[in-house]
């Protein structure tokens, strides 16, 4: 891997976590501002989303109440016109999630920054590579959730599985992803096989970074109309930017065990307190 080049200020030997637990801790209580503001931008970035999904779920519904019978044809073409959507929608997220990136970079080493300035100089960085792989995320939620679709009136097993393959393999490996391209100057292939790699080579802390991001969302199974205009809001507003840096300082360990210690040393708990 190459390391992103950047200016960076750290704190006080003194002011330094001792471990990762401590890092959180230190971020949440020292920069809770700046993760307020980050929710606010993940509410104006996925609000087109929520509204889209929150109008396809009415629809839904309408067509549901209105038929006799349920048309599997009609159901799919209606689910896939609503997929292919998400599609454009995930990589206008992708776009912007590049300047969220660069931030939580630089709050998870401890490096100082001008919020402003630094997401703009992160989309810059990163808007190429976020739109590779968020329409490739994209291809795939569609092609899974489809064929999960035509499963839903037969065969509830395989209907829950190909969501649990959807939301269990490829959730974290974009998370991956994009913190390696947040993070080094690889090629973005390079980067989605390597995330792969470090997937399979720690599984656990990977799944862990699923439950944490995609458990609220649970909530999302009430089939009620305000739990599933509400739920999502306070989920991206409240939970996510929270939910994000958790799992970046587990990424960022991970980074450490498989990639820094051998390539990069100088970045090996980067933003703490490391004894002499």
């Known amino acids: 891997m190459k390391q992103r080049k950047s200016n960076n200020t750290d704190f006080l030997i003194s002011d330094l976590p001792k471990n990762r637990f401590e890092l959180f801790w230190d971020i949440l209580k020292n920069q809770w501002r700046t993760i307020i503001i980050i929710g606010l931008i993940f509410l104006i970035v996925f609000l087109p989303m929520i509204i889209v999904r929150y109008y396809n779920m009415l629809v839904l519904n309408d067509f549901l109440i209105a038929s006799d019978e349920v048309n599997d044809a009609k159901l799919i073409s209606l689910q896939m016109s609503y997929y292919l959507l998400f599609i454009g929608l995930l990589w206008f997220i992708g776009i912007c999630l590049g300047g969220i990136a660069r931030i939580y970079k630089k709050m998870t080493f401890n490096e100082g920054y001008f919020l402003g300035a630094d997401y703009f100089k992160g989309l810059k960085e990163n808007s190429k590579e976020f739109t590779i792989i968020f329409i490739i995320y994209g291809l ?137």
Not at 146 to 157: A, G, R
């Open 140 to 276: 795939i939620n569609f092609i899974l959730e489809m064929v999960s679709l035509s499963f839903l009136l037969e065969n509830s097993f395989m209907y829950y599985l190909f969501k649990l393959i959807n939301y269990g393999l490829f959730t974290p490996l974009l998370f991956i992803a994009i913190s390696l391209c947040a993070l080094y100057t690889d090629g973005v292939l390079k980067k989605i096989k390597s995330s792969f790699y470090l997937y399979i080579k720690h599984l656990p802390l990977c799944l862990l970074i699923a439950v944490i991001i995609e458990l609220p969302l649970l909530l999302l199974m009430i089939p009620q109309t305000f739990i599933q205009l509400l739920v999502p809001i306070i989920y991206v507003l409240g939970y996510l930017p929270v939910a994000y840096l958790i799992s970046q300082i587990i990424l960022y360990h991970i980074f450490d065990v498989e990639i820094n210690r051998v390539s990069f040393p100088e970045l090996v708990e980067k933003g703490m307190y490391k004894k002499e």
